[in-house]
């Protein structure tokens, strides 16, 4: 397999750093602690690991799937991947703290209540999945090869994907982060 160019290579970091981020937020936790909310329409840590989980299963078949298209039309090689100022604005929105208030779509809005020894291990799983397909995609021009958005019908180059995943990710391990940090949040005595 070809070696990751040296502008992609730091999306591996970025995918280890998740995995430790999230298995510290969550290290101790009881299942009480994992789905608490601070309020009836906020999310829990469960919930926010689990709209992950969501998100990322869609995304490792989707880059699967524009991978596999890559290589059979021939689209290796190397040019610059940049985000264009419409990627940027939307890295820049997606990045924590969240600069503005979003709703998850109908399909990625998690189940309230999922138990932590099901919820964390799918989540590392997929962290993994995730750093396979930087692999996968090794030696393709990821400025050619395109990826469903998120949103809307647009299509991202897979260097922007990888970059909205890992924002996105660190968005809502964030998110999770200020529920642990509440206040009221239920401590173990």
């Not at 997606?94 to 998690?110: F, G, N, V, Y």
């Not at 924002?167 to 940090?181: D, F, G, I």
């Given at each position: 397999?070809?070696?990751?160019?040296?502008?992609?290579?730091?999306?591996?970091?970025?995918f280890?750093?998740?995995k430790?981020?999230?298995?510290?937020?969550?290290?101790g936790?009881?299942?009480?602690?994992?789905?608490?909310?601070?309020?009836?329409?906020?999310?829990?840590?469960?919930?926010?690991?689990?709209?992950?989980?969501?998100?990322?299963?869609?995304?490792?078949?989707?880059?699967?799937?524009?991978?596999?298209?890559?290589r059979?039309?021939?689209?290796?090689?190397?040019?610059?991947?940049?985000?264009g100022?419409?990627?940027?604005?939307?890295?820049?929105?997606?990045?924590p703290?969240?600069?503005?208030?979003?709703?998850?779509?109908?399909?990625?809005?998690?189940?309230?209540?999922?138990?932590?020894?099901?919820?964390m291990?799918?989540?590392?799983?997929l962290q993994d999945?995730l750093?396979?397909?930087?692999?996968?995609?090794?030696?393709?021009?990821?400025?050619?090869?395109?990826?469903?958005?998120?949103?809307?019908?647009?299509?991202?180059?897979?260097?922007?994907?990888?970059?909205?995943?890992a924002?996105?990710?660190?968005?809502?391990?964030?998110q999770?982060?200020?529920?642990?940090n509440?206040?009221?949040?239920p401590?173990?005595?």
């Amino acid at each position: 397999m070809p070696s990751l160019a040296p502008e992609t290579t730091g999306f591996h970091r970025q995918f280890s750093a998740v995995k430790t981020e999230a298995s510290e937020i969550v290290k101790g936790l009881r299942e009480t602690q994992f789905n608490w909310r601070p309020h009836p329409q906020s999310w829990s840590m469960a919930e926010c690991l689990l709209h992950l989980n969501i998100v990322g299963d869609r995304y490792v078949h989707l880059i699967e799937k524009a991978v596999t298209d890559a290589r059979a039309r021939g689209l290796e090689g190397q040019s610059p991947a940049g985000y264009g100022w419409l990627g940027k604005w939307i890295l820049a929105n997606t990045e924590p703290p969240p600069k503005r208030k979003s709703r998850s779509a109908r399909a990625t809005t998690p189940a309230y209540g999922q138990p932590l020894t099901a919820v964390m291990p799918t989540f590392l799983h997929l962290q993994d999945q995730l750093a396979m397909q930087v692999e996968s995609a090794a030696g393709l021009d990821w400025a050619r090869v395109k990826v469903p958005a998120p949103m809307g019908p647009f299509r991202f180059n897979l260097h922007l994907t990888f970059a909205w995943i890992a924002a996105h990710e660190r968005r809502h391990l964030w998110q999770a982060r200020q529920v642990l940090n509440h206040a009221e949040f239920p401590r173990v005595k």
